[in-house]
């Protein structure tokens, strides 16, 4: 029973400790025969996001209400588990036809290959997931205390390049946890990746555990890193001294799972519940952490092998590209901030099955792929994705920026993130016309960040500055953030401005650069070698002091992305 003393994080524990959230469908069922005034509290607050679903806020983000939260709609948001990211089109065809009736025609695609929707109402909620289902798609563990959506490689089994297709692990992996009841009471969200390319598009240095394929000798196995996350106190995965064999995937996952799950200290505060502060915090080790998870699987890992870190990889899939199967493509189409149309769903998976063999992927870079395509039909599937916007040929810009949901939807946002993104891409498109650099643009409605600021080129933060007397949305800047070899969290460089004032600033910076760049230089380079006044100055066009970057404010969510 609850007590006048329990604190915010107590509260969430007794009532883990209450209910197993999946055994709820029925109850799901009558809120939906009972309309919203029907729903407690606790399935509002709590229960609701282990079946990928909460409460969607009203527009104005965590100022329209208190304690860093805003207030809520009596509508929600529902994230489509999509592991790996592999679709097919009829699940596809399913998600566009949910989209048009229950979610207003609009979708997301999320940096962990998720799709997410929006304006569900409880009376439709039961329908929408037994649609889902009927399509083999669930929403179960997308949100919540438990295994998130287990992230991969979209180019799995087709990657000319790839160590292995590791996506039958990651598929094996996710019917372990997906629902499983050993493993909805953990201390927070716990994020996986699972790849066997060499460019690590799944981004294992920012997941909870990180599996990334290699050889050793004709022997195929992964290295494992342990601890990455982003939000407020960004720390990138430790590797552990391991070579997991095949075989050996899904044992040290449930292994780590269960440390995570025991670690009882972590439960004591939730702003310091994700399994990266046992080593930010804690005082453990990748050597502590090693023995403990041996001693939990019963067997001991064999030593590390070396590896190859990928060295300023680009990873948007964008464009076509031959795959490992001669005489085949696949095409990635650039979806701008993440945001899909039911209509652009529905000609996709059309296109996909009239062309190809009906075969889709999303990307943890919000973007959307059709593989297995004969080269003879690669033009014409091009053609059919531009002409509804999925742009196949795009500008640096347009394939570099990602955004998180923002004001528009988010209960924890501070600023509007995807129709500010739209509009940034179009000004600097308009701007710098001629630029070709692979950049990686990310927008964040706030510090906890969903849109992943701080592992790119230049990621910019949502704040509030007043103006007038009214507060106005504005973003603070992080630059020369980075994954593989040149592994770095995102600079924060004391400079802050008016959303409006964003376009400005960043063609200030890229035009410095493409006029003071040396040959062959990125862009992580030329940041790397500019202290932080000098970037201010390019930003702002004037010299300027440092401004201090504004501690989150409020909670730290454990619904959303980051």
Same mark, same amino acid.
């Given at each position: 029973?609850? &007590?006048?003393?329990?604190t915010?994080?107590?509260?969430?524990? =007794?009532?883990?400790?209450?209910?197993?959230?999946?055994?709820?469908?029925?109850?799901?069922?009558?809120?939906?025969?009972e309309?919203?005034?029907?729903?407690?509290?606790?399935?509002?607050?709590?229960?609701?996001?282990?079946?990928?679903?909460?409460?969607?806020?009203?527009?104005?983000?965590?100022?329209?209400?208190?304690?860093?939260?805003?207030k809520?709609?009596?509508?929600?948001?529902?994230?489509?588990?999509?592991p790996?990211?592999?679709?097919?089109?009829?699940?596809?065809?399913?998600i566009a036809?949910?989209?048009?009736?229950?979610?207003?025609?609009t979708?997301d695609?999320?940096v962990?290959?998720?799709?997410?929707?929006?304006?569900?109402?409880?009376?439709?909620l039961?329908?929408?997931?037994?649609?889902?289902?009927?399509?083999?798609l669930?929403?179960?563990?997308?949100?919540?205390?438990? &295994?998130?959506?287990?992230?991969?490689?979209?180019?799995?089994g087709?990657?000319?390049?790839?160590?292995?297709?590791?996506?039958?692990?990651?598929?094996?992996?996710?019917?372990?946890?997906?629902?499983?009841?050993?493993?909805?009471?953990?201390?927070?969200?716990? @994020?996986?990746?699972?790849?066997?390319c060499?460019?690590?598009?799944?981004?294992?240095?920012?997941?909870?555990?990180?599996? &990334?394929?290699?050889?050793?000798?004709?022997?195929?196995?992964?290295?494992?890193?342990?601890?990455?996350?982003?939000?407020?106190?960004?720390?990138?995965?430790?590797?552990?001294?391991?070579?997991?064999?095949?075989?050996?995937?899904?044992?040290?996952?449930?292994?780590? +799972?269960?440390?995570?799950?025991?670690?009882?200290?972590?439960?004591?505060?939730?702003?310091?519940?994700?399994?990266?502060?046992?080593f930010?915090?804690?005082?453990?080790?990748?050597?502590?952490f090693?023995?403990?998870?041996?001693?939990?699987?019963?067997?001991?890992?064999?030593?590390?092998v070396?590896?190859?870190?990928?060295?300023?990889?680009?990873?948007?899939?964008?464009?076509?590209?031959?795959?490992?199967?001669?005489?085949?493509?696949?095409?990635?189409?650039?979806?701008?901030?993440?945001?899909?149309s039911a209509?652009?769903?529905? =000609?996709?998976?059309?296109?996909?099955?009239?062309? +190809?063999?009906?075969?889709?992927?999303t990307?943890?870079?919000?973007?959307?792929l059709?593989?297995?395509?004969?080269?003879?039909?690669?033009?014409?599937?091009?053609?059919?994705?531009?002409?509804?916007?999925?742009?196949?040929?795009?500008?640096?810009?347009?394939?570099?920026?990602?955004a998180?949901?923002?004001?528009?939807?988010?209960?924890?946002?501070?600023?509007?993130?995807?129709?500010?993104?739209?509009?940034?891409?179009?000004?600097?498109?308009?701007?710098?016309?001629?630029?070709?650099?692979?950049? @990686?643009?990310?927008?964040?409605?706030?510090?906890?960040?969903?849109?992943q600021?701080?592992?790119?080129?230049?990621?910019?933060?949502?704040?509030?500055?007043?103006?007038?007397?009214?507060?106005?949305? +504005?973003?603070?800047?992080?630059?020369?953030?980075?994954v593989?070899?040149?592994?770095?969290?995102?600079?924060?460089?004391?400079?802050?401005?008016?959303?409006?004032?964003?376009?400005?600033?960043?063609?200030?910076?890229?035009?410095?650069y493409l006029?003071?760049?040396?040959?062959?230089e990125?862009?992580? @380079?030329?940041?790397?070698?500019?202290?932080?006044?000098?970037?201010r100055?390019?930003?702002?066009?004037?010299?300027?002091?440092?401004?201090?970057?504004?501690?989150?404010?409020? =909670?730290?969510?454990?619904?959303?992305?980051?």
């Amino acid at each position: 029973m609850p &007590t006048n003393t329990e604190t915010k994080a107590q509260r969430v524990e =007794r009532l883990k400790r209450e209910k197993n959230p999946w055994e709820g469908l029925e109850e799901i069922r009558r809120f939906g025969r009972e309309g919203f005034s029907a729903i407690p509290p606790e399935w509002l607050g709590t229960y609701f996001r282990w079946w990928g679903v909460y409460t969607q806020g009203d527009g104005a983000g965590a100022i329209g209400g208190q304690g860093g939260e805003g207030k809520a709609l009596p509508y929600f948001m529902v994230r489509i588990r999509i592991p790996n990211g592999l679709l097919r089109s009829h699940q596809l065809h399913t998600i566009a036809d949910v989209t048009e009736r229950y979610a207003r025609g609009t979708a997301d695609i999320t940096v962990r290959q998720n799709i997410q929707l929006h304006w569900v109402t409880i009376q439709a909620l039961p329908e929408l997931l037994d649609a889902l289902w009927s399509a083999g798609l669930t929403t179960k563990g997308s949100c919540g205390d438990d &295994t998130r959506n287990i992230t991969g490689c979209p180019l799995a089994g087709v990657d000319a390049h790839e160590i292995c297709d590791a996506s039958p692990l990651a598929l094996e992996a996710n019917r372990f946890f997906e629902g499983n009841p050993d493993f909805y009471n953990l201390p927070r969200k716990f @994020k996986v990746c699972i790849t066997g390319c060499r460019v690590w598009c799944a981004y294992p240095e920012i997941n909870d555990v990180g599996l &990334t394929a290699i050889r050793r000798g004709s022997e195929i196995g992964f290295s494992l890193r342990v601890g990455g996350g982003l939000s407020t106190d960004p720390h990138l995965a430790l590797r552990l001294n391991a070579f997991v064999r095949w075989e050996q995937v899904v044992p040290v996952l449930a292994g780590i +799972a269960q440390l995570f799950r025991d670690s009882e200290i972590l439960r004591e505060n939730r702003e310091r519940a994700r399994m990266k502060f046992l080593f930010l915090k804690h005082g453990w080790s990748a050597d502590s952490f090693q023995e403990e998870l041996e001693r939990r699987v019963g067997f001991r890992l064999d030593p590390a092998v070396p590896e190859q870190r990928p060295d300023d990889v680009y990873r948007d899939h964008v464009g076509a590209h031959p795959q490992k199967q001669p005489g085949y493509s696949y095409v990635g189409a650039a979806v701008l901030r993440g945001r899909i149309s039911a209509e652009q769903m529905r =000609r996709a998976a059309d296109l996909a099955d009239e062309f +190809a063999g009906g075969e889709l992927r999303t990307t943890n870079m919000q973007n959307l792929l059709v593989v297995n395509i004969p080269n003879r039909n690669v033009e014409q599937l091009a053609q059919g994705l531009e002409a509804v916007g999925l742009r196949v040929g795009a500008s640096p810009f347009w394939r570099g920026a990602i955004a998180c949901s923002g004001t528009e939807f988010c209960k924890l946002a501070i600023t509007e993130t995807k129709s500010f993104a739209r509009w940034l891409v179009e000004e600097l498109e308009e701007r710098l016309p001629g630029f070709e650099q692979h950049l @990686k643009l990310h927008v964040t409605g706030c510090p906890n960040s969903c849109g992943q600021h701080w592992i790119a080129d230049i990621g910019i933060e949502g704040k509030k500055i007043k103006v007038a007397g009214r507060l106005q949305d +504005a973003y603070y800047f992080c630059v020369g953030g980075a994954v593989g070899l040149h592994q770095s969290i995102a600079r924060p460089i004391g400079y802050r401005c008016l959303a409006s004032e964003v376009p400005d600033a960043i063609e200030r910076l890229l035009q410095r650069y493409l006029q003071e760049r040396l040959p062959g230089e990125n862009l992580r @380079k030329f940041f790397a070698r500019h202290s932080d006044e000098e970037l201010r100055e390019c930003l702002a066009g004037r010299f300027l002091a440092a401004v201090a970057r504004d501690a989150s404010p409020g =909670r730290v969510p454990h619904a959303v992305e980051g």
